[in-house]
Structure formats: structure tokens, C-alpha cells
């Protein structure tokens, strides 16, 4: 059980917790949520609501101290563009993001469009997997995944990778913009599936980074009723008995990177997040 909020602030200085790496730096999904925390606090407008979020991640974010430094970089009417660094102990550009707000807007046919069903659908009776590690990153102990499709090292040739993400039945974290982008890169990449374990030579597994990261808020976390303006949402304790489904796909590639499209949805049908990663595989030539 983990309570990811609580490993994030909004102060100038960031501690990094230890316990949370992958590969020489801490998860991008713990990065991610550090991002929109800064990013959300002290709003000008209350009806601002993250819309987008890209981040480069330029260095591996190394347990303890981190200046966090947040900037307005365009302020209209009805929108609010956010910049979010993060920097190292030696002034090294670790981070660098911009989050994009909106508030609401009057309904019109082709912005209120409401997603296709989850292709593959949900599959509800996976079981909980416990991944060693190494080879699993550190972090992954701190999260519960019950896959269903895609498992790395498989050799597969269809790079898809499927399952169920969660906290724990005991976290008392609830959807909000933060834990979702963190989730959206919580599950390993597509690249790993397709690479043959048993196949691999004297160099053993290649390296895997997260170049680019991006990802837009499609749907509210709860679904409103009539007559009311929010469903009333499940406790954390049912939301993450079962946790979000998760959809990752990789879309095309080419000397040695490659697109990786992943999806973040609620049990009945939200998709809470839209996710498109690049991928570097492998050694430089």
C-alpha cells in the first residue's frame, strides 16, 4: 500500500524519497506527479483544470534534495500554461515541463465526445503478480500489477501490454490529476515484451529511457449523473480493490525508438489518461 501524494509538495524543495528508482533515477511516473503538484498549487481561477501535460526528462532524478521552480508562461481567459523544473544538487536541468489549464467550457458536438469502449476490454479476474527484482525496477514493489497480456522478455511479436494497476486496498489516495499521470507510466514498455529473454546474448538486457512524455486529461475521474454536476465517487478502498486498466501499445519505431502509446482507464468505462511515450532501446552505434 502506498500513498503516492504524500511523497509529493509544493514547496521549492522537492526531497526525493529513496526507494522509488528506476534505473540510476527515481520513476518517471513519481516525476510526473511531482510535476502537476507544483503545477496545480495556487491557481488563479479555481475552475483551472490540467487539460495536457509534456515533460522532458533530461537526467535521472536522484534521490534527495531538488529545486522545484514553476513559472507562468501564458496567462489568457479561459487558459493557463505552466512551466516546472527540476534541478539537480550541481544546477544539472534534470527536468523540464509545461502543464496546460483549462476551465470549463460551454458543451458543443465536437469537444464532448465521449470515448469508445477499452480495446481490449477489462478482464477482471487477473491475478496479482509479485515482480522480482532486479530485473522489475525498485519501484515497482510499491505498486500492485495484475497483468493480463504482454509480459516482458517474451519475445512477443505484437507489442501490446494489458493489466491492472493499484495502490493497494489500503491507500487512501483518490484520482486526482497527479496519481493519474504518475499511474500513466506505472507499467513496464511494450519495447520489453517483444525482446526474447532466453535469446539474449553476453550483453544481457538493453538499456530502456523514457525520452519524451506526454499526456492529456480525456475524461473526468467520476461520471456525472443528471440532475448533478459529479457521480459520487468510490472509496479509495473499492477503487483500488481492483485499480485502473491499463493499455499500453507501441505504434511505430525506427533506429532504436520507438512510440508508445498507453491508456489509463476507470472499471466502468473513463478514460482518465491518454499517454504517448519515446522510447530509447538499445545502445548507441
Do not use: K
Amino acid at each position: 500500500m502506498v500513498n503516492l501524494s504524500q511523497l509529493w509538495t509544493t514547496e521549492r524543495i522537492w526531497q526525493v524519497p529513496p526507494g522509488w528508482r528506476q534505473g540510476r533515477g527515481a520513476w518517471g511516473g513519481l516525476v510526473a506527479g511531482q510535476v502537476v503538484t507544483a503545477a496545480t498549487a495556487d491557481l488563479p481561477d479555481p475552475r483551472l483544470a490540467p487539460r495536457s501535460l509534456w515533460i522532458a526528462m533530461l537526467g535521472p532524478v536522484l534521490a534527495g534534495e531538488v529545486l522545484c521552480e514553476v513559472r507562468d508562461l501564458r496567462r489568457g481567459r479561459a487558459t493557463l500554461a505552466r512551466e516546472v523544473t527540476l534541478t539537480g544538487p550541481d544546477d544539472d536541468l534534470l527536468t523540464r515541463a509545461v502543464v496546460v489549464f483549462g476551465v470549463p467550457r460551454a458543451g458543443t458536438a465536437v469537444a464532448d465526445v465521449a470515448p469508445g469502449a477499452p480495446d481490449p476490454q477489462p478482464e477482471p479476474g487477473a491475478q496479482r503478480v509479485e515482480l522480482p527484482t532486479p530485473p522489475a525496477p525498485e519501484f515497482a514493489s510499491q505498486l500492485v500489477f495484475s497483468p493480463v497480456a504482454g509480459f516482458p522478455f517474451s519475445g512477443a511479436r505484437n507489442l501490446l501490454a494489458t493489466g491492472w494497476i493499484s495502490l493497494g486496498e489500503e491507500s487512501t489516495d483518490t484520482l486526482t490529476p497527479a496519481v493519474i499521470a504518475a499511474l500513466a507510466d506505472a507499467w513496464w514498455t511494450v519495447s520489453i515484451t517483444g525482446i526474447d529473454g532466453a535469446a539474449l546474448g553476453p550483453e544481457g538486457i538493453p538499456p530502456v529511457a523514457t525520452l519524451d512524455f506526454s499526456l492529456s486529461f480525456p475524461c473526468p475521474p467520476a461520471r456525472p449523473e443528471p440532475g448533478a454536476a459529479v457521480a459520487a465517487e468510490p472509496t479509495s478502498r473499492e477503487l483500488w480493490q481492483r485499480g485502473l486498466w491499463h493499455i499500453g501499445r507501441g505504434i511505430a519505431g525506427q533506429q532504436g525508438y520507438l512510440t508508445e502509446s498507453r491508456e489509463l482507464w476507470t472499471p466502468d468505462g473513463r478514460l482518465l489518461a491518454l499517454n504517448s511515450q519515446v522510447i530509447a532501446v538499445g545502445r548507441a552505434g
